[in-house]
């Protein structure tokens, strides 16, 4: 007997909708997950904290962020129950419909997602941050587009994230803990709301984020699914009685303990570069040998990039408030004939917000309390950091990088030519933005001297497509060669999409559940 019906490899958004979708129609589920389980109780806050994940040493380095470095590009990833959804920037929008209109394959279109993207916001429950709480980087980003003639094309966000439509900046400390309100959400789970802490990207204490670990996830174990945390998949097989081996580290302590598990059908849905690494694997040792050639091609960095900006005239205070609020919608190729999807950005100010909360703990010496509360003033006086706009942006780069095994290690070839017009564009339009605000735009050396980029949103590695000529996977997502494995996550996305993609890989993920379903 096998050990499930489905083993469902990685639970970001194509891993936890395929096994909440699976659990629900009564099929039996194990979810295996390489990371650990996170809550606000071990959150990492300190320098010695686990932040990162090493695939090297994950016994001794299991922490938030994996960071994998290659020639030219630099990949962020979260590592724990819920993937990607740890560490994105909550914001759940649609892909426009011409994005699908060349490089997938028939059937893949705006319209057959369209039920699913409805679908995905009404479990992750997304709405765009009330008018009212808006931070001073939206309206930073408002006037910038009126200034730019482009009025038209801002727009506020959605964000899978809570809020209370009585929470103001204007209250008495409006960022303590206490002004969330703790409430079930549409699954049953206890969140509470935002009270605009800044700390999206790193866990946020009082749970108004609508993480995978809330929704689609929380329903998967109400129906039986089983999810294992610090679970490592290095390899699947095929068996002589048809069913499919995962070959698995479990982390135990200081040890990997080998794990051995069969199941009738298998969703890989590691991410773009942990599923891909599998496949590759599997391949090259005999256990998939059909595995499409194509497999590892066509890899995007989705076209990231962010440009940090000093504007002396105003307080960005780019710490507060959701990480991403809005966007200017460039991807008609409106500017310098290039696609380009402007956002807000913002990061956690980890030491202002401890000395704040310092100065006003109870249980704090009262002379602690005094100088704390007298140094505010003087930091934020010299502290430039508030006065920094990290402008953000994604476009449609070439998406013709190369994932491959060298020395059994996960490599990539990114030739930065076919993107470099599409980048240099993004970096121009953030100093066009900067300069009608009055800051000055700083783009980054990396990209300056070395053509080196950075990207949280990696995309491809395993692309639908028609044919195996094409493609590793088909329409359904079912990979070619291989009946009953299919892949759901980002690898699949065979090309830029130009925004943030989270929204699309779980409607793809919400379109292959129903396959599967179907084949059980």
């Known amino acids: 007997m096998p050990d499930a019906d489905v083993i469902v490899i990685g639970s970001g958004f194509g891993g936890a909708v395929t096994a909440c979708r699976l659990a629900e129609a009564g099929a039996s589920v194990i979810v295996l997950e390489r990371g650990r389980e996170w809550h606000p109780g071990n959150f990492p806050r300190q320098l010695d904290d686990p932040w990162i994940w090493d695939d090297t040493a994950p016994t001794e380095r299991s922490g938030w962020f994996d960071v994998r470095m290659f020639p030219h590009m630099t990949v962020i990833q ?22 699908f209109t060349v490089g997938w394959p028939p059937g893949v279109t705006y319209d057959m997602l369209a039920p699913h993207y409805a679908e995905v916001g009404r479990m992750m429950e997304v709405r765009p941050v009330p008018q009212a709480q808006w931070p001073e980087r939206t309206r930073l980003l408002r006037d910038a587009a009126t200034q730019a003639g482009w009025q038209h094309r801002f727009r506020p966000l959605d964000l899978a994230v809570r809020f209370d439509p009585a929470w103001t900046y204007d209250q008495p400390n409006p960022h303590d803990h206490a002004k969330s309100v703790a409430e079930p959400n549409l699954h049953g789970v206890t969140q509470g709301t935002c009270v605009h802490l800044g700390e999206c990207d790193i866990g946020c204490p009082v749970k108004a984020r609508n993480s995978l670990d809330f929704n689609y996830l929380a329903v998967a174990r109400q129906r ?5 945390p610090g679970h490592i998949v290095r390899e699947i097989r095929t068996t002589a009685g048809g069913l499919f081996e995962v070959d698995a580290r479990e982390i135990v302590g200081p040890a990997l303990q080998a794990r051995l598990l069969t199941a009738r059908r298998v969703i890989v849905a590691a991410g773009s570069l942990g599923s891909t690494e599998i496949l590759l694997r599997s391949r090259a040792n005999g256990g998939l040998p059909a595995v499409s050639q194509r497999l590892g091609q066509r890899w995007s960095s989705n076209g990231d990039f962010l440009t940090p900006a000093v504007h002396p005239l105003r307080e960005v205070e780019p710490s507060r408030g959701p990480t991403i609020t809005a966007a200017i919608d460039l991807l008609d190729g409106e500017y310098m004939g290039q696609p380009i999807f402007v956002e807000d950005g913002g990061f956690p100010g980890l030491a202002p917000d401890a000395l704040e909360r310092h100065a ?9 309390r005094q100088i704390t509360a007298s140094l505010l003033p003087v930091l934020g006086r010299i502290n430039i950091i508030r006065r920094v706009m990290p ?3 994604q476009s449609r780069d070439a998406a013709d990088g190369t994932l491959s095994l060298q020395n059994n290690r996960l490599a990539l070839a990114w030739n930065v030519a076919g993107s470099e017009a599409t980048i240099n564009a993004v970096a121009s339009v953030h100093r066009k933005l900067a300069m009608h605000t009055a800051g000055l735009a700083l783009t980054p050396l990396p990209w300056t001297i070395a053509r080196d980029l ?3 949103h990696p995309l491809g590695g395993c692309a639908m497509g028609a044919t195996p000529a094409q ?13 009953g494995l299919f892949v759901a996550d980002g690898a699949i996305v065979p ?17 292959i559940a129903g396959h599967v379903i179907a084949g059980l």
Not at 78 to 93: E, T
Not at 224 to 228: E, L
Not at 471 to 483: S, Y
Not at 495 to 511: Q, V, Y
Request: aromatic share 6%.
């Open 495 to 511: 090309k830029a999409i130009g925004l943030n993609p989270s929204r699309t890989i779980a409607a793809l993920a919400e379109h």
């Open 360 to 368: 006003a703990d109870p249980t704090a010496s009262p002379t602690m």
């Open 78 to 99: 979260g590592a724990g129950v819920g993937g990607g959804s740890l560490v994105y920037a909550n914001i759940s929008v649609e892909a426009k419909p011409d994005t």
């Open 391 to 393: 402008w953000f942006a």
């Open 454 to 456: 950075i990207t949280p």
């Open 471 to 483: 493609g590793v996977v088909d329409a359904r997502g079912e990979v070619f060669g291989h009946p």
């Open 224 to 228: 039986g699914a089983v999810i294992r």
